[in-house]
């Protein structure tokens, strides 16, 4: 089924961890799976990843001959004749800093036209369900679409359930249900004239036990299980969860804020959100990104006991793959781009910077660059070394780690020219460049080309940065102290992703590197020529 979390693991929480951040991010059906002798956490990353893994390891085997940079990046182009949609409503999201702890996700594929035989990017998509209906009593006409069943080959989480619904539409959050007026019947409904959703965008089946589930009832007009209203809206709803791996920055932004930007930027604002698995600290966090997508104070779905009632709304959100976004007929009918999003960020956090500085005019300013460091795992041994160099060369460095506070790393981050960070969630701050800057990103040992281009290299592009990586060499890891030169590791280090997450994230994702500054210069004199174009 679906895999790809591979690559991603739970994070630690970082700010002060409370039970209530810690009982939300961990399901508990996970106790099932596994008695208490590990951390829960371990527990849920390598299973995840072995489930998630499958597929990755698939399309390894499918993708190996084009396995270079210029062709990971899978297309993902809309996929011809998919239905149309019913009325409704949507709008946009946020920010802020990294922890170093995760790496994302998974597969991928790449888009090179000219490689045959790529699979069908979109098999089975959208299956609309559209049942206009006469409204008894002279009420909207009811409408409901759900798109279920998405395939992103490569991205197997990327196509979660949403459903678009219109009409006299009654939400009890109390009974955790959408009573949705509907004389004929007709829609996506079972037997008893139910369609259940657990509205979180990642569509992963380890996590999904964690969301809270919510109904869509279709009822007649005279049912009487028909809830009074306690209150009306005059704008959309829309409900969706912040469960699963949220709280790493990375999937912050791809599991809620971007679905929520592709869902409802283009409401400008007036749109009525319900959140459920509700955390207030997540919610406080993102305010900023949250209260430019909507004018209208969230409903906590957990503990709301009235009944509100819509015209229109969604259930769940749309959602593309991790920091890529493209087109789509339906699920992004707007074409925002990545660009858009980098814009809507910058407003929300009023970051001031657009561009960067241009190098070598009037100003005697030098450029500036940011260097994110990773405390954990993966920490660039030389950083002080490296750090000294980037001086030498011309650059104003902070070297910073990004904290809690997402405004404050926002505003560091789009204060500067140049981004440089090993492989990890911190990268994810790129959102946060002005247009035209340099993303670094030094990636580790262990054929990690799919991951690195994947989650921020193509981004990166996407965001139009201009983009450099560098991949460290055998005698660049820490991992050369631990396994002797002719293991598999280094010859041929494929089998470490054949072995599934247990084996990268024990082996790829705790090595630290240390790289040559011989052999790591001309990427920053590469970074500093970007900086010109
Ligand atoms: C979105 O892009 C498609 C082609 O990918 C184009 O046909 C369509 O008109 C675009 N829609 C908007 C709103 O720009
Ligand atoms: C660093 O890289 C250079 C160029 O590849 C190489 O000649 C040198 O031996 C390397 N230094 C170390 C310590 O590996």
């Known amino acids: 089924l679906m895999a790809s979390t591979a690559y991603s693991r739970p994070s630690k929480p970082p700010g002060p961890s409370t039970g209530d951040r810690r009982a939300t991010r961990l399901p508990k059906e996970l106790g099932r799976i596994e008695p208490k002798k590990l951390g829960i956490g371990l527990v849920a990353g390598c299973c995840l990843a072995l489930l998630t893994y499958l597929s ?11 396995f270079d940079s210029s062709s990971l990046v899978v297309k993902n182009a809309p996929p011809v004749g998919t239905t149309t949609v019913p009325a409704v409503v949507e709008p946009q999201p946020l920010p802020q800093k990294g922890e170093g702890e995760e790496d994302k996700d998974v597969t991928d594929p790449e888009a090179d036209p000219t490689i045959p035989n790529l699979p ?27 798109d279920e069943n998405g395939v992103d080959e490569g991205f197997p989480y990327a196509r979660p359930p949403v459903c678009e619904l219109a009409g006299d539409i009654r939400i009890s959050p109390k009974d955790k249900t959408m009573y949705f007026v509907n004389p004929s019947g007709a829609g996506p409904f079972d037997a008893t004239g139910e369609k259940k959703i657990r509205p979180f965008a990642r569509k992963d089946s380890f996590l999904l036990p964690g969301v809270v589930e919510v109904t869509i009832k279709s009822v007649s007009s005279a049912a009487s299980v028909l809830p009074e209203c306690t209150r009306r809206h005059d704008v959309p709803a829309v409900v969706f969860s912040v469960a699963g791996y949220t709280d790493n920055f990375f999937h912050d932004n791809t599991d809620v804020l971007i679905p929520l930007f592709l869902t409802t930027s283009h409401l400008n604002g007036e749109v009525q959100f319900l959140i459920t698995n509700f955390k207030p600290w997540w919610v406080k966090k993102f305010t900023p990104v949250l209260s430019k997508l909507s004018n209208h104070e969230i409903i906590n779905f957990d503990k709301e006991e009235g009944v509100h009632c819509f015209a229109s709304g969604h259930l769940g959100l749309y959602r593309d793959r991790d920091l890529i976004i493209s087109p789509h007929p339906t699920r992004n009918p707007r074409n925002l781009s990545m660009v858009d999003y980098n814009r809507f960020l910058r407003r929300a956090f009023s970051l001031p910077r657009d561009a960067p ?35 030498r060369l011309g650059f104003a460095v902070t ?27 911190g990268l994810t701050n790129q959102i946060f460049l002005p247009t035209g800057a340099v993303l670094v990103q030094v990636v580790p040992w262990g ?87």
């Not at 450029?367 to 160099?389: H, Q």
């Not at 500067?416 to 990890?424: E, K, M, P, Q, R």
């Not at 054929?447 to 981004?459: E, R, S, V």
């Open 399 to 425: 070297v910073a780690e990004a904290g809690g506070d997402v405004r404050a790393f926002a505003e560091l981050v789009n204060s500067v020219d140049v981004l440089l960070a090993v492989h990890g969630a």
């Open 447 to 533: 054929k990690m080309d799919w991951m690195a281009t994947n989650f921020y290299g193509q981004p990166a592009k996407d965001m139009r940065l201009r983009y450099v990586e560098y991949y460290v060499s055998e005698e660049e890891t820490t991992l050369k102290d631990k396994y002797p030169r002719d293991h598999y590791v280094f010859k041929d280090p494929m089998r470490i992703h054949a072995g599934g997450w247990p084996e990268i994230a024990e082996i790829i994702m705790k090595q630290d590197v240390k790289v040559n500054m011989t052999r790591f210069k001309p990427f920053l004199l590469k970074a500093i020529d970007e900086l010109q174009q």
């Open 357 to 391: 500085s241009p190098l070598g005019e009037a100003t005697s300013a030098r450029p500036r660059m940011l260097i994110i460091e990773r405390k954990g795992t993966r920490k660039l041994l030389n950083l002080g070394e490296v750090a000294a160099e980037c001086e």
């Open 120 to 146: 069908e990017q979109e098999a089975a998509v959208v299956q609309k369900n559209e049942e206009p209906t006469k409204p008894s009593g002279g009420g909207p006409e009811a409408k409901i679409s759900c």
């Open 56 to 66: 990755f390891a698939r399309l390894f085997a499918i993708y190996s001959p084009v």
